[in-house]
Structures are given as structure tokens and as C-alpha cells.
């Protein structure tokens, strides 16, 4: 199994803007999933997309996904100083396969 | 009301004892995973249990045994630590293990000296 690349590594924004987070991979998936880590904390997760679909929402999140380009962005629209985190994609890449995280991109809101 | 716990939260050692973490989950699900979260922040799958039986087992050593009493609980223990066993341990579970969400545990740091 492959992981999944998040882009960029590091992201800085001031409160209010949106945050555009990438994950790219190489190999075709069942679904991809993004989670957030909090500084000492556990993962939380945030959307499921499977590869029947293409755009998925919750809240202020807002997930889509290519499967011809093999990409996934996630968008939070409105951030707050509290969405400050790690935010990792993690995929699947059959039925039985385990999760495979990316490295993570972390968000820095500045209020 | 916590959904996924573990235990010990920090646990400092020496190198070559042995120890271990406990994970119980109160969600009622039927799956549950051990990841390893090194200081880069990368997170690998070590082991997955579906009704106590072993699903996954990526390459870990066999320094590395986990445990399931039953559904709610896996446990993972660590014969002769190395510094390398230096890292965060997440305890996880599902309902089912098929391209489902997982419920994360807020880790468990251990630091091997």
C-alpha cells in the first residue's frame, strides 16, 4: 500500500481565511478518508469520500476528490484559532487493506 | 464518557524491560487497532483485531505481542524495549474494518532510555 501525500507540509493563515490542504497519491483507491490531530491529542475523524464521489461536505469542511488526477483537497472555509492542527488523509486501497496515512499538513491559525 | 481510552498516558522505561499499554473502547465496536506515531509525525498500522481474532499484522517485531480479552479491549505488550520503541501509541477502533472511520485514543508516549 501506498500513502497518501499531503501538500504543503506547513500552513500559516490568518483567522477568518480559508485553508486548502492537497493529499495526492499514486495508486487507485476505494476511499480516502481526512483526520485532524490535535497537539498531543488523538486523531479525529472528519470526512469519508469514496471513490464514487466527488465532492463531500460537513460544516465548514469541504472535501473533493479526483480520481483521474489522484488528488483530494480539503477546505476549511472560516477558520478559527481551534482549527489550528495536523490534518492527515488516510486511504484505502482495497476492502481489506489497512489505512494508510500521509504524512499530515500542519495548519497554524493566527488570531 | 470517553469513547476510546488508554492507559498508561506517559510511560518512561529502560531499555530491555518490559511493558504494557491497555486500550478499552466503550463504542460497542467489533474492531480495534494499535498505531505507531513516530516523532516526525508519521502513523503506521502495527495490528488490527476484528472480534478478537488478528487481521492485520504489518511487519512489527516480535518484541511486539497484542492481546484481546474480548471486543472491547486490546492490549499491547513490549518485551526487551529498544530506544527505537521510542514513540506514540495510538489505540483505534471501528464498526467493522472495511473502508470505515476509526476512533482514535489520545495516545499513550513512551520514552525509552
Known amino acids: 500500500s501506498q500513502q497518501g501525500e499531503e501538500d504543503p507540509q506547513a500552513l500559516s493563515i490568518q483567522e477568518g481565511e480559508n485553508a486548502t490542504m492537497n493529499c495526492s497519491y499514486k495508486?487507485?483507491?476505494?476511499?480516502l478518508q481526512w483526520y485532524r490531530q490535535n497537539s498531543g491529542r488523538g486523531l479525529v475523524h472528519l470526512i469519508l469520500?469514496?471513490?464514487?464521489?466527488r465532492e463531500k461536505h460537513s460544516g465548514r469542511l469541504r472535501v473533493t476528490l479526483d480520481t483521474s488526477k489522484k488528488s483530494s483537497s480539503l477546505l476549511i472555509t472560516a477558520s478559527r484559532a481551534a482549527d489550528t492542527a495536523s490534518y492527515f488523509c488516510?486511504?484505502?486501497?482495497?476492502?481489506?487493506?489497512?489505512?494508510?496515512f500521509g504524512k499530515g499538513t500542519r495548519l497554524s491559525v493566527i488570531a | 464518557d470517553t469513547a476510546v481510552s488508554q492507559t498508561p498516558k506517559y510511560l518512561v522505561t529502560q531499555m530491555g524491560n518490559d511493558k504494557s499499554i491497555k486500550c478499552e473502547q466503550n463504542l460497542g465496536h467489533d474492531t480495534m487497532y494499535w498505531y505507531k506515531q513516530d516523532s516526525k509525525k508519521f502513523l503506521k498500522i502495527m495490528f488490527s483485531y476484528n472480534n478478537k481474532e488478528l487481521i492485520i499484522n504489518e511487519t512489527v517485531p516480535n518484541r511486539f505481542s497484542p492481546k484481546s480479552p474480548d471486543k472491547a479491549h486490546l492490549n499491547l505488550h513490549i518485551n526487551s524495549l529498544e530506544l527505537g520503541d521510542s514513540a506514540v501509541y495510538f489505540c483505534a477502533s471501528s464498526q467493522g474494518h472495511r473502508e470505515v472511520s476509526q476512533y482514535f485514543g489520545p495516545g499513550t508516549r513512551l520514552l525509552v532510555l
Open positions: 469520500i469514496r471513490s464514487n464521489e
Open positions: 495508486t487507485s483507491i476505494n476511499n
Open positions: 488516510a486511504l484505502t486501497h482495497s476492502g481489506n487493506t489497512p489505512l494508510v
